[in-house]
């Protein structure tokens, strides 16, 4: 109980950096120990991260194994960190992709392995310490920390428009973070005002309150950063070149935890901070995510490049995430959350798999392939069962999220749901016809005919991958059982203060005549 194992999860990559500093990379040995290092301290990391789940109560609705320490004392910023039943997954699910990811970079990566794997371990650190950090400060640093490491991933390593794909997901990110920074600090401030205390400690922070203009001001502002990075149309357009260029260990890191840094900031900040802003704005996100889900698959539909078209159903598959956290149902939010972990496992597994054929032949385009079912067998079973999972057949892991978030929407918007629906029929199509046309009808290429299949270095990443999506298809209550408690007491959070909101804000209404904004907050803390 007293061991900070929040921490030692976090920053347990930055012993991998500190190893990895001191040696050298010249010969393809050198270059082989450097992966090795790299992946034994992402295993580290996984392995240490399941004491979490072994310490985890799940009869607990708020923050457990939490960490607090003076920071910067003369601002109120805390060293504060926490977990719940909502970031409990994320942070397994970025322990698990990690060293996944890094395996698979063993034959790709040929060019400055160091820094390389440099920046995917200090990419995981900041990844884990967004999803635990309880400070808004603190928050900030890692979730701006993420953006360097992503930023050189695809600008180093990445395809021939490498540079323009890294400046555009560097610069979008970068003016929703700027924007949410200035609305933390007024946020601080008026927590100030109504309290006397200065501080960025988001449980406080919690019980701010605010007029309702601010309030709705604040929360577009959180929104509009968040819904970058998850990304929401129409703010969607960097993430199909940013995966494109990436290389397959960018993007599945990417497609795998990085989106979800949007749908986790909606999660933990921006709705229960504002809880009026977000009634107010719900209509709208509901409407923009089934926009999303059947733009996305649209879109994904007539791609001529696998990769691109991958890249486009995950603009359709977050369009549900965000569709069952604005529901505010528990089958919702509940179906949000393990969609995001499927996505993660789902997509991240797809960007794997067009890794592995790009690696034989060097292209992407579908009309470059046909028929290598016959010719790689063991891959095209692999990219059946992803496939599968992607479109949510029943026993995979896509079908339950699906179905809570769909069940949850009907609940509440009976047109959303019908609509959202049809994006699980597009999703059919796209990613059945694209399978079709690569694996299946006769060899018309001559290059596709000593195409190797799957070895064992691949075969080990993708097999946890394929044993998750029957595990959570199968057996989604293990799973669900630890966001019971956690997402009720979230939807509590938004709801009841809402309506509470709404009644303060009949209040200024009412008696904003009788004087200037001082008035108003008398009267409110009365």
Same mark, same amino acid.
Request: net charge positive; charged share 10%.
């Given at each position: 109980?007293?061991?900070?194992?929040?921490?030692?999860?976090?920053?347990?990559?930055?012993?991998?950096?500190?190893?990895?500093?001191?040696?050298?990379?010249?010969?393809?040995?050198? =270059?082989?120990?450097?992966?090795?290092?790299?992946?034994?301290?992402?295993?580290?990391?996984?392995?240490?991260?399941?004491?979490?789940?072994? *310490?985890?109560?799940?009869?607990?609705?708020?923050?457990?194994?939490?960490?607090?320490?003076?920071?910067?004392?003369?601002?109120?910023?805390?060293? !504060?960190?926490?977990?719940?039943?909502?970031? +409990?997954?994320?942070?397994?699910?970025?322990?698990?992709?990690?060293?996944?990811?890094?395996?698979?970079?063993?034959?790709?990566?040929?060019?400055?392995?160091?820094?390389?794997?440099?920046?995917?371990?200090?990419?995981?650190?900041?990844? @884990?310490?967004?999803?635990?950090?309880?400070? @808004?400060?603190?928050?900030?640093?890692?979730?701006?920390?993420?953006?360097?490491?992503?930023?050189?991933?695809?600008?180093?390593? $990445?395809?021939?428009?490498?540079?323009?794909?890294?400046?555009?997901?560097?610069?979008?990110?970068?003016?929703?973070?700027?924007?949410? @920074?200035?609305?933390?600090?007024?946020?601080?401030?008026? !927590? =100030?005002?109504?309290?006397?205390?200065?501080?960025?400690?988001?449980?406080?922070?919690?019980?701010?309150?605010?007029?309702?203009?601010?309030?709705?001001?604040?929360?577009? %502002?959180?929104?509009?950063? +968040?819904?970058?990075?998850?990304?929401?149309?129409?703010?969607?357009?960097?993430?199909?070149?940013?995966?494109?260029?990436?290389?397959?260990?960018?993007?599945?890191? #990417?497609?795998?935890?990085?989106? =979800?840094?949007?749908?986790?900031?909606?999660?933990?900040?921006?709705?229960?901070?504002?809880?009026?802003?977000?009634?107010?704005?719900?209509?709208?996100?509901?409407?923009?995510?089934?926009?999303?889900?059947?733009?996305?698959?649209?879109? &994904?539909?007539?791609?001529?490049?696998?990769?691109?078209?991958?890249?486009?159903?995950?603009?359709?598959?977050?369009?549900?995430?965000?569709?069952?956290?604005?529901?505010?149902?528990?089958?919702?939010?509940?179906?949000?959350?393990?969609?995001?972990?499927?996505?993660?496992?789902?997509?991240?597994?797809?960007?794997? #798999?067009? *890794?592995?054929?790009?690696?034989?032949?060097?292209?992407?385009?579908?009309?470059?392939?046909?028929?290598? &079912?016959?010719?790689?067998?063991?891959?095209?079973?692999?990219?059946?069962?992803?496939?599968? %999972?992607?479109? $949510?057949?029943?026993?995979?892991?896509?079908?339950?999220?699906?179905?809570?978030?769909?069940?949850?929407?009907? =609940?509440?918007?009976?047109?959303?749901?019908?609509? &959202?629906?049809?994006?699980?029929?597009?999703?059919?199509?796209?990613?059945?016809?694209?399978?079709?046309?690569? +694996?299946? $009808?006769?060899?018309?290429?001559?290059?596709?005919?000593?195409?190797?299949?799957?070895?064992?270095?691949?075969?080990?990443?993708?097999?946890?991958?394929?044993?998750?999506? +029957?595990?959570?298809?199968?057996?989604?209550?293990?799973?669900?059982?630890?966001?019971?408690?956690?997402?009720?007491?979230?939807?509590?959070?938004?709801?009841?203060?809402?309506?509470?909101?709404?009644?303060?804000?009949?209040?200024? %209404?009412?008696?904003?005549?009788?004087? $200037?904004?001082?008035?108003?907050?008398?009267?409110?803390?009365?």
């Amino acid at each position: 109980m007293n061991t900070p194992i929040l921490t030692y999860v976090t920053f347990l990559p930055l012993l991998g950096v500190l190893a990895i500093l001191f040696l050298p990379q010249k010969s393809d040995r050198q =270059k082989n120990i450097i992966r090795g290092v790299a992946l034994a301290a992402s295993l580290l990391t996984f392995l240490a991260s399941l004491s979490i789940y072994a *310490g985890f109560d799940a009869d607990v609705a708020g923050f457990q194994m939490i960490e607090k320490h003076s920071w910067i004392p003369s601002y109120g910023i805390t060293y !504060h960190l926490g977990i719940d039943g909502i970031s +409990f997954w994320l942070v397994l699910l970025t322990t698990f992709l990690t060293p996944i990811t890094i395996l698979s970079t063993w034959s790709a990566i040929e060019k400055r392995v160091k820094e390389f794997q440099i920046a995917m371990l200090v990419l995981e650190t900041a990844m @884990l310490g967004t999803f635990v950090a309880l400070d @808004l400060f603190l928050f900030y640093v890692f979730w701006e920390l993420m953006l360097i490491p992503m930023y050189l991933i695809i600008g180093v390593w $990445g395809g021939e428009r490498r540079i323009y794909a890294a400046i555009k997901f560097f610069l979008y990110t970068a003016v929703g973070s700027l924007l949410m @920074l200035v609305c933390i600090i007024g946020l601080v401030y008026f !927590h =100030k005002q109504n309290t006397g205390v200065l501080t960025f400690d988001l449980i406080e922070l919690y019980r701010t309150t605010l007029p309702r203009t601010y309030e709705l001001l604040f929360f577009a %502002s959180f929104a509009f950063a +968040f819904a970058i990075k998850v990304p929401m149309f129409p703010l969607h357009t960097w993430l199909p070149d940013a995966h494109v260029e990436a290389p397959t260990a960018g993007s599945v890191i #990417l497609a795998g935890v990085l989106l =979800k840094m949007g749908t986790y900031g909606f999660l933990r900040f921006a709705m229960p901070l504002f809880p009026e802003g977000c009634a107010f704005f719900t209509p709208a996100l509901i409407t923009l995510s089934v926009i999303g889900i059947i733009y996305g698959a649209l879109v &994904a539909m007539v791609q001529p490049d696998i990769k691109k078209l991958v890249a486009y159903s995950s603009v359709s598959h977050l369009g549900y995430c965000m569709l069952g956290l604005f529901v505010l149902t528990r089958q919702g939010v509940e179906g949000s959350v393990l969609q995001m972990l499927n996505h993660g496992i789902s997509t991240g597994a797809l960007f794997l #798999l067009v *890794g592995v054929v790009y690696e034989r032949r060097h292209t992407r385009l579908i009309k470059e392939y046909g028929g290598i &079912a016959r010719i790689m067998p063991v891959y095209a079973t692999v990219f059946l069962i992803v496939t599968l %999972s992607s479109i $949510g057949v029943p026993s995979t892991n896509g079908f339950i999220g699906e179905f809570l978030i769909l069940l949850g929407t009907f =609940k509440v918007n009976k047109i959303a749901a019908v609509l &959202a629906a049809t994006g699980v029929i597009l999703g059919a199509v796209y990613m059945l016809w694209m399978f079709q046309r690569v +694996f299946y $009808g006769k060899v018309t290429n001559p290059k596709n005919l000593n195409i190797p299949d799957l070895n064992l270095r691949e075969l080990v990443y993708l097999a946890p991958l394929i044993l998750f999506i +029957f595990w959570v298809g199968l057996f989604p209550n293990f799973f669900l059982n630890k966001m019971h408690k956690s997402v009720d007491h979230f939807i509590a959070q938004v709801q009841v203060p809402a309506v509470h909101q709404h009644h303060m804000a009949r209040v200024d %209404s009412e008696y904003a005549a009788l004087g $200037g904004i001082n008035d108003i907050m008398e009267l409110r803390s009365k």
